[in-house]
């Protein structure tokens, strides 16, 4: 990795031993920002703090071998990153003002990106881990990590199934406690219903009334008016000498019949005076029936108007005119059939629920016997773990255990509480010495035992993990002596089938490093390009007699510091 401008680091080189590195240095110096550098580089929060000062941005670069068809590089191909001879080549850089940009094999990407290649390339384990694990949820997340398909396959249709149950229940409830509600809504329904059904409304029959109601009330004015107009068309019998329309055009047409052989135009003119008749008479013959078909009966007009007034009852409560009174009754009489059946449906609802609580019971049990399996095999792992880390006598166990609940669900002859994640409490316990109870974690182990337990934990992660590469953030704290060269010596061995990075001060730690680091600080305060050192020889030897006893020539020291590297390279 090459860091710049990040926290106290100004520019710095970072390079990593395919097998098991140490970064080492006081404290201070910046070991903390090699972490956080590669935190970057696996999609991790940006923070602008971590700038330095005076700088535009922090950059972090980094080269990470990845095998061909693995995942990650799989995942890098599709984001359009390019691999040169299995090298990936990652950057990072973080503004001032905030700002963050991803660069993945030449690509800019998302920092999401990133993120998704961190779960294939590396494990980060550090005291937050640690803290993390005191907690009773972390412990259950971890003990179903560590089964893995066991628990996670039964767990996947636990969840479907304690989804669905929440929604049922969730719905019976709502039915059940509204029930006085909904059967005052389903008796208005009804009335509105009743009352709509009674009147028998046809669509756009008001429409069709208020048009007839206007012809009733103004009858004797239009059949005036059509009979005057008939008689203009087609003459009045009554008047022999009055001259009507249809005769005027019917002459006119036959003068220009007369004489249309001698001019086309003319001729013309005579075909639409034709036209002209022809719709004169059929007018005329219409107006005669308006007046003779005119109903003018006052009785038809009272019954017209009393309809309406029935009508507009109903548009008056229900809708602004009859079509929408009609969809009114169309929208209630639906939910008026919801509703007369919500006693069916909560009869329903009450069977899915018992029979969801069975199948929720079932899986749950399917998850309690996994945990327990797969709890003793974990508890063993870390248990053989703890002897290889000074602790030869300590035992590690894990409780798994349900509290009994009437409202829960059936599980080994018990009525017990449950939830999204199953019926179990999982706890972590410690018996540090024989003859010591089993107590948890967090109150029966002293710091430096909550260390090796929490590194032996970590350690049987790291088994299992499928991934390349594992960095562990000083989990070494509160541990010393003889424990720490057993830690040393467990990650060194884990080192022969993965690369391991340490940040540690503890010298018998990192005696056991195929390479050591040491990240050291300027006068100015500052790590520079040569501020983060490959430590060889005398000058490895030189850092572990600080770390030691805080001198770097001290005699002592420096035979204590070449026995550790001796004791090391003799284990290896």
């Known amino acids: 990795m090459r860091i710049r401008s990040l926290g106290v680091i100004d520019d710095a080189v970072v390079e990593l031993s395919p097998g098991f590195t140490a970064v080492t240095g006081e404290t201070g110096a910046g070991k903390t920002m090699v972490v956080t550098s590669l935190g970057l580089l696996l999609g991790g929060r940006a923070d602008p703090a971590l700038v330095r000062i005076g700088a535009k941005a922090a950059v972090v670069e980094g080269r990470v071998r990845v095998s061909a068809g693995s995942p990650a590089a ?4 599709e984001a359009g990153a390019e691999l040169e001879d299995g090298t990936l080549l990652v950057s990072r850089t973080v503004s001032a003002e905030g700002r963050s940009r991803a660069h993945l094999g030449g690509r800019s990407v998302p920092v999401g990106v990133l993120s998704e290649l961190a779960d294939d390339l590396v494990a980060v384990h550090g005291q937050t881990d640690q803290q993390g694990l005191l907690r009773a949820a972390r412990q259950r997340e971890a003990l179903d990590r560590y089964a893995g398909a066991a628990v996670s396959d039964p767990l996947t249709g636990y969840a479907a199934a304690y989804r669905r149950l929440r929604a049922v229940s969730a719905e019976v409830e709502e039915l059940t406690t509204r029930a006085r509600e909904r059967a005052q809504e389903a008796d208005l329904l009804r009335f509105g219903l009743d009352e709509i059904a009674a009147v028998e409304p046809r669509p756009g029959e008001d429409v069709e009334l208020a048009a007839e109601a206007e012809r009733l009330g103004h009858a004797e004015a239009l059949a005036s008016a059509a009979s005057a107009a008939h008689a203009a068309l087609a003459g009045n019998p009554e008047d022999l000498e009055a001259v009507d329309a249809t005769t005027l055009v019917a002459g006119a047409g ?25 719709l004169l008479g059929d007018v005329a013959g219409e107006l005669a029936g308006y007046a003779d078909d005119l109903d ?22 229900y809708g602004t005119d009859i079509a929408a009174v009609l969809a009114w009754a169309e929208e209630s009489a639906a939910r008026l059939i919801e509703l007369d059946g919500d006693d069916e449906r909560i009869g329903e609802l009450t069977a899915e629920r018992d029979a969801l609580r069975d199948e929720l019971a079932a899986q ?10 797969a709890a003793a095999r974990f508890a063993a792992a870390v248990t053989e773990e703890l002897a290889s880390l ?25 009525t017990v509480a449950y939830g999204p994640h199953g019926v179990d409490e999982v706890e972590l316990l410690l018996a540090p010495h024989p003859g010591a109870p089993p107590r948890p974690i967090a109150k029966g182990a002293s710091g430096g035992e909550l260390s090796r337990v929490m590194l032996a934990v970590e350690v049987v992660f790291a088994g299992t993990d499928p991934v390349p590469t594992y960095l ?7 541990v010393g002596g003889r424990a720490a060269v057993e830690i040393g010596r467990r990650l060194a061995k884990l080192a022969r089938s993965a690369q391991v990075v340490v940040v ?32 060889e020889g005398e000058d490895r030897v030189r850092e572990l007699s600080r770390m030691l006893a805080g001198q770097e020539d001290s005699e002592t020291a420096r035979a204590h510091a070449e026995e550790l590297l001796a004791a090391a390279r003799a284990d290896a």
């Open 472 to 478: 562990f953030d000083e989990v070494d704290a509160g």
């Open 296 to 317: 003018a009966d006052p009785l038809r007009l009272a019954a017209v108007e009393e309809r309406r007034a029935a009508l507009t009852g109903l548009t008056r409560k």
């Open 254 to 278: 036959r003068a220009l019949d007369a004489v249309r052989a001698h001019d086309q135009a003319l001729a013309s003119l005579a075909d639409r005076m034709g036209e002209i008749s022809i």
């Open 74 to 77: 799989l995942r890098a191909e």
């Open 390 to 414: 000074a602790m030869p006598h300590a035992r590690v166990s894990f409780a798994v255990r349900q509290t009994e609940d009437p409202d829960g669900v059936e599980v080994g002859g018990r």
């Open 364 to 373: 749950a049990q399917v998850l309690t016997d996994a945990r327990t399996e």
């Open 504 to 535: 540690t001060h503890l010298p018998q730690v990192a005696a056991f490093a195929d390479r050591q680091l040491l990240v050291e600080k300027t006068d100015d305060g500052s790590v520079t390009r040569s501020g983060v050192t490959v430590l």
